[in-house]
């Protein structure tokens, strides 16, 4: 029997998965990731290449003995990664983007582009800020293909600040990847990108787009060889260009090779790779996607069950353009394919042939959610009796907090949890926000606070962080269908799928279906297996080695993915939003809400507007 293993790096761990050919899964296996924050700068955090590979070979090794198989039988492997920028030197060697030193004692630009441990600038990191701002100032092209706004967690303004900081023979002497493409990179010694890394996070509009230019009054081009050259030069790239972007990849088809998501990587493994993993040298290795990517593959192909077991019909490709994909950790990516491309302010893309030739994707974003929540429960004064409690039971903080709402809920005789928490609102953007406003200055908002430092107030700012999490899915999901999209049903993966409460909420607010695959935590890596046997499959007609190679097997072979999909991807369930009279009174109160999540959303700004004016 053959057998294919998916890698996932998300924000704080390593992770494979061994499955079989109909994705069931065979083994599982995790290792924690390292994450450096510096004391002095909230914005920084900084992980390492060397410890996430050693994380992802101890991951492979365990994944192969719990398996009880020969490693042989493992006939490819796909990867997905954060959207972090990893940086290497010419001979992939790790080069410090951190500044601090060894000892973390000192911190100057000195310490960057330096030997060091500190080489990935993870997606959270915000240093860029300013290298944004002058970014979305030029109104380039590029500029369409990310939702007007591009994001300072992607990777050109974090390229730009590292230039604005290196010394510059450090810096030309670097490569620079979207994490994605350096997993793939060290698996191979292929220096080919993946598309999805490329048009995703680094401004590449692949070649046959056509682009409008803000800045000269509405003037088209088509893009050429992906790289915009006026783009970079105006915002103090000019390097890459003249090197032909040489450091990022190159231009496809002169120097460098694009491939889509899936498509076999060099040669396969290579010897030092495969020895690291436990796996024979030239297993196949499929273009890497980014992880949210890998959850949309993960997921969007599934058959859904509902509560009276009656079966959907087998999806076809299009059919995924009404199946937007949340991938729910940390933060949450929210994923729609279209065959047209659809431009919707404030939501990234749309990203032609992200993942399929021919088709593009828009990306809305949370920020924070995982993360908002811990955040909430953690920083309420009554978090430590939560935990004691918890430990007494025996129970999770989240299954006790549940218990304890259902309690106010009797005790206030409240219709519903949604009326037990009326006079609470909240908004999440403690982060600042990714979609749709794509303002990395907003921050939170509550109202309704009392002097309650009870485990009852800690229980309801648990609930209305929840209810905040769904009011601003609606509100991406809304932006979406406004602009173009046709979005009916949620597909979820990641950790917070198995976050009951929150599951049933974003049914309520968003008035639509949840979908929750059977092993939503692995939904991710299960993408990336998925493109492990696809590299597998097109690696039987040989090595991609060039790009009209890689082209033509993309118009050829590239809708195959999908078959594998649907072969792979198991039975799931569905959620259906709350019914009867019931459903109706908590859909009029999540109505009100939703307005006045709106409401604060404008109060925030006007507010912002006038303190600004007062300080100037």
């Known amino acids: 029997m053959d057998y294919f293993i998916g890698f996932d790096v998300g924000t704080g761990s390593g992770r494979a998965c061994l499955v079989d050919r109909k994705g069931t899964l065979i083994a599982d296996h995790s290792v924690p990731t390292q994450t450096r924050r510096s004391p002095n700068d909230h914005r920084i955090f900084e992980q390492s290449t060397l410890d996430i590979w050693a994380a992802l070979a101890t991951c492979s090794k365990a994944v192969i003995k719990a398996g009880g198989i020969d490693p042989s039988a493992v006939k490819g492997v796909g990867f997905d990664a954060t959207c972090s920028l990893a940086v290497v030197d010419r001979a992939g060697r790790p080069v410090s983007v951190s500044r601090a030193s060894s000892a973390q004692s000192e911190e100057s630009d000195d310490n960057l582009g330096t030997e060091g441990q500190w080489n990935v600038i993870l997606w959270a990191d915000h240093r860029a800020e300013e290298e944004a701002e002058l970014i979305n100032s030029t109104g380039e092209g590029v500029l369409d293909f990310v939702g007007g706004t591009m ?65 000269n009054g509405g003037e088209e081009e088509v893009s050429k060889d992906g790289w915009s050259a006026r783009f970079f030069n105006k915002i103090g790239l000019e390097d890459l260009v003249k090197d032909d972007f040489d450091q990022l990849g190159g231009i496809p088809g002169k120097n460098g090779l694009v491939l889509t998501a899936g498509q076999p990587v060099g040669k396969g493994l290579s010897k030092a790779a495969a020895a690291d993993l436990g796996l024979p040298e030239g297993t196949a290795v499929g273009s890497a996607v980014i992880d949210a990517y890998s959850g949309w593959i993960g997921t969007v192909a599934a058959v859904a069950t509902s509560s009276s077991g009656e079966k959907e019909p087998v999806p076809t490709l299009d059919d995924a353009a009404r199946r937007l994909a949340a991938v729910a950790g940390t933060s949450t990516c929210h994923l729609a394919q279209s065959k047209e491309g659809i431009s919707v302010p404030g939501v990234w893309g749309p990203y032609r042939n992200a993942v399929f030739p021919g088709y593009w994707m828009n990306e809305g974003g949370q920020s924070s959610t995982g993360q908002l929540i811990d955040f909430i429960m953690t920083t309420h004064p009554a978090y430590p009796q939560l935990v004691e409690l918890a430990q007494q039971s025996k129970t999770s903080t989240y299954e006790l907090l549940g218990k304890q709402l259902e309690k106010m809920q009797k005790a206030e005789k409240a219709e519903t949890l949604t009326h037990l928490t009326k006079d609470l609102h909240f908004y999440p953007d403690l982060h600042g926000n990714r979609s749709p406003l794509a303002d990395p200055k907003m921050r939170g908002m509550i109202s309704g606070l009392a002097l309650d430092a009870t485990i009852n107030d800690l ?9 905040a999490i769904a009011l601003q899915t609606r509100h991406i999901v809304d932006t979406m269908n406004k602009n173009g999209h046709n979005i009916d049903s949620i597909y979820m993966s990641g950790s917070q799928a198995k976050n009951g409460p929150l599951m049933r909420l974003l049914a309520n607010v968003l008035q639509m279906p949840i979908i929750i695959p059977p092993h939503p935590s692995s939904a991710v890596v299960l993408g990336s297996a998925m493109l492990g046997r696809f590299a597998f499959e097109q690696s039987q007609s040989g090595e991609i080695s060039s790009q009209a190679e890689a082209e033509a097997a993309g118009d050829r072979e590239g809708s195959k993915l999908w078959d594998i999909m649907v072969d792979m991807t198991q039975p799931a369930t569905r959620v259906e939003p709350r019914g009867g009279k019931e459903g109706e009174r908590e859909r009029k109160v999540l109505d009100a809400k939703y307005a006045i999540f709106l409401e604060q959303v404008e109060t925030q700004l006007r507010w912002r507007k006038l303190m600004a004016e007062a300080a100037a």
């Open 459 to 467: 229980a309801a700012k648990f609930n209305v962080t929840l209810e």
């Open 151 to 215: 994001s300072l967690e992607m990777e050109t303004p974090k390229t730009l600040w590292l230039k604005k900081h290196m010394a510059p023979a450090k810096f030309k002497d670097c490569m620079f990847f979207d994490l994605p493409d350096y997993l793939t990179y060290h698996a191979t010694s292929s220096l080919a990108r993946s598309n999805c890394s490329l048009a995703c996070k680094y401004s590449y509009i692949p070649p046959g787009t056509r682009v409008r230019h803000q800045c």
